[in-house]
């Protein structure tokens, strides 16, 4: 009897500490900015196409991307990327679910913007 309870103790044990430590393997990191020319032009300038996924398990929302200088001269939706100063947010806010979850949107410019998540907030269950 002793013996179970420690065998069902240590796997308690592991299934928690994994847990944690998965958790905190999850950051803004995880959020991955891939940018391709799409051959299109918009307003006279090349157009881009934005692909970011989280590859984290856990959902990430609050994502703020460093987007310095961007313009864009063709509309994006603001549901999807909204600017603020410096800051872009995405997805309103929003939740990026789980694995490999991605948001696109396109963007024409004279060259690509250096995007690069700065913040997001992770939450696990």
Known sequence: MAGIFKL???????ALMSKVTYQQGCDIRNIKI??????????????????????????????KLSCSGFQSAEPVDPSILSK???VCLLVNGGPIFGFQTTVTFNYAADSQCPFKPVDSIVSCS
């Open 8 to 14: 069902l103790s240590l796997v308690l044990f592991v």
């Open 84 to 86: 603020n100063g410096d």
């Open 34 to 63: 891939a940018q391709v020319a799409t051959g299109s032009k918009a307003g006279g300038k090349p157009e881009w196409k934005v692909t970011i996924t989280n590859d984290c398990k856990c959902t990430q929302t609050q994502i």
